[in-house]
C-alpha cells in the first residue's frame, strides 16, 4: 500500500515557479510530520524541508526564502511550493514521513530547471 505519493513536477525555466504536491495516507497525515528531500545526479540524496503536524517548518539554508512548505488537513497534503528556482535545483524531489520507522521511499517527482 502506497502511503505516500509526490507529484506536481516538471521542466521549468531558471526564476520559474512549481509546487509539488505530496499525498498521504490519512493514518500518516494525523501522526507524522513529513520531510522533503532531493537527489541531484550524481549526488546524494539531500534533505531540503521539515514540515511538524503543528505546522512548524525548517529549511536547508540554500532554499531558505525561495521555498515554503505547506499542509493541507482537508486534503491530507503537503506542498512544496517552489519559487525563484535555479538550475542547481535540478533533482528528483521525495516527501517522506518525519520518522525512521519509515525506511522505504516513494518514486519522487522530477524537477529541471533549465531554459
Known amino acids: 500500500q502506497v502511503e505516500f505519493v509526490e507529484s506536481g513536477g516538471g521542466l521549468v525555466q531558471p526564476g520559474g515557479s512549481l509546487r509539488l504536491s505530496c499525498a498521504i495516507s490519512e493514518r500518516i497525515f494525523r501522526n507524522y510530520g513529513m520531510d522533503w528531500y532531493r537527489q541531484a545526479p550524481g549526488k546524494e540524496r539531500e534533505w531540503v524541508a521539515s514540515?511538524?503536524?503543528?505546522?512548524?517548518?525548517i529549511y536547508q539554508d540554500s532554499v531558505k526564502g525561495r521555498f515554503t512548505a505547506s499542509r493541507d488537513t482537508t486534503k491530507n497534503t503537503v506542498y512544496l511550493q517552489m519559487n525563484s528556482l535555479k538550475s542547481e535545483d535540478t533533482a528528483v524531489y521525495y516527501c517522506?514521513?518525519?520518522?525512521?520507522?519509515?525506511?522505504?521511499w516513494g518514486q519522487g517527482t522530477q524537477v529541471t530547471v533549465s531554459s
Open positions: 514540515i511538524t503536524r503543528s505546522g512548524y517548518i
Open positions: 517522506k514521513p518525519s520518522s525512521s520507522a519509515f525506511v522505504s
